[in-house]
């Protein structure tokens, strides 16, 4: 049987480790809860794009589309805006960072005269927090605007997804951090596609979504077309 003694001084061990666990958070900051991926994951991607570009360069201070899945499968993007010269550089999977990283190969050398940028939900659903997201955005901007400061940046938010409802407040929290930025700022605007993909219960809208539950069908894709026109320029 262990004495009193010894019972008190493991209390007292304790005590001490929740004080030291609780300064080292104060002195550092809460523990990430999620990895930041490994930069050169979409390198194949990346190529790919780069190798088309040698091809068939794209043209200079046209309208460009960047950010994750739901740019990249937007397949009738040029048809869905025919008076605008549009570049598509949707990589799927991807997180804000991401863009960031290569915005030295996929968004700088097209001198585009807007960009508009839609991702945020992938880093969500992997566990970063609205603040990191808005943090990512906000290194986005002052990349771009290091190498191209007249570029016109617009934000498209995060939409809500069926399949990703358990994630909606943290997505609605990010968009409004961005706004807010956006709003803060020269020569930005925001797009919001979130609030018109909900339906009258306040949950996403399942007919705008393929099979997935995840990302938009044709009727999605003409709701952001909709959404969208009015922020090109004119």
Do not use: C
Request: aromatic residues 8%.
């Amino acid at each position: 049987m262990f004495s009193a003694a010894a019972s008190t001084r493991r209390m007292a061990a304790a005590h001490a480790l929740l004080l030291a666990s609780a300064g080292a958070l104060i002195a550092f900051g809460p523990v990430a809860l999620a990895a930041e991926p490994a930069e050169n994951r979409f390198e194949k991607e990346i190529r790919a794009f780069e190798l088309a570009d040698a091809k068939r360069p794209p043209p200079q201070g046209a309208i460009l589309f960047i950010g994750s899945s739901g740019i990249r499968l937007w397949k009738s993007l040029a048809q869905d805006f025919p008076d605008h010269q549009v570049i598509n550089r949707g990589f799927g999977g991807s997180h804000i960072s991401d863009s960031v990283y290569f915005a030295d190969r996929i968004v700088i050398p097209y001198k585009p005269k807007m960009i508009v940028f839609r991702a945020g939900s992938n880093d969500i659903n992997a566990g970063k927090s609205p603040e990191q997201v808005a943090a990512d955005f906000r290194a986005f901007v002052d990349k771009v605007r290091a190498a191209l400061p007249e570029t016109r940046i617009v934000f498209m938010s995060i939409n809500p997804s069926p399949i990703r409802v358990a994630n909606m407040d943290r997505e609605r929290r990010a968009n409004e951090l961005i706004q807010a930025y956006v709003a803060s700022q020269p020569n930005m605007d925001y797009i919001d596609i979130f609030t018109p993909m909900l339906g009258a219960d306040g949950k996403p809208r399942p007919e705008l979504y393929i099979i997935d539950r995840l990302h938009p069908n044709a009727e999605g894709y003409k709701l952001w077309t909709k959404i969208t026109e009015p922020h090109l320029p004119k």
